[in-house]
């Protein structure tokens, strides 16, 4: 079975930059244990592609990146998500064995917490710029750039930390889709070359 995401609970609007993400995790896991991944899902609606690239790089970011096969689970779920935004998909779907998985809601809102700080710089810096780089035909081209990034995720598992260069290429990805910002876009993509070039000369040359 499969779970459509769709607008609901704290998810009147769709959140509009990396602080308002933010204050949708720290809702979600509020009182809270664990968090499922369908409940951080529900939490972001389903008009704005940006949430569902930042969010898992953010938990990847996060002390749980540090957790053998994480990096790995999480750029799995990017690579399904690009994949529904390279069809022009509007409603994102999970498997359910993904949807109940759960992490741990302490850990979740001690992650947000520290990423106020880069939060609030790059809302105050990044939107609306070149906005036409964040049309169509580009955000599919930034859903294919997104799913060879996670293709790199398993193998630069293997390295500490290393996973993080594709994943912040992600998560830049979503933000430039997210505040609509072309330069960001362009950014992303300097981001990924990088990225991906780092782990060829590990793997090939180091």
């Known amino acids: 079975m499969r779970h459509v995401c769709r607008l609901a609970g704290m998810a009147e609007d769709d959140p509009h930059s990396i602080n308002d993400i933010l204050d949708r995790l720290h809702e979600t896991a509020e009182d809270e244990k664990k968090v499922s991944i369908g409940q951080m899902m529900d939490a972001f609606g389903h008009r704005s592609y940006g949430p569902f690239l930042i969010v898992p790089p953010l938990i990847e970011f996060s002390p749980l990146g540090a957790i053998p096969g994480v990096p790995t ?10 994949v529904q935004i390279l069809i022009g998909k509007k409603h994102f779907w999970l498997p359910d064995f993904v949807l109940k998985r759960e992490i741990s809601a302490d850990k979740l809102d001690k992650g947000t917490r520290k990423a106020r700080s880069t939060a609030n710089f790059l809302d105050r810096h990044f939107h609306g710029r070149m906005r036409w780089l964040t049309t169509k035909p580009f955000i599919r081209v930034a859903a294919a750039i997104t799913m060879l990034l996670t293709l790199a995720v398993p193998p630069l598992e293997l390295l500490p930390f290393a996973s993080t ?4 290429a992600i998560a830049t990805l979503g933000l430039a889709l997210l505040v609509r910002d072309g330069m960001l876009m362009i950014l992303a993509s300097l981001i990924a ?5 780092a782990g060829l000369w590990f793997f090939v040359g180091g």
């Open 73 to 82: 689970f999480l750029a799995f779920i990017v690579f399904m998500f690009a």
């Open 193 to 197: 070359i990088a990225a991906v070039g």
């Open 165 to 168: 260069g594709p994943m912040l």
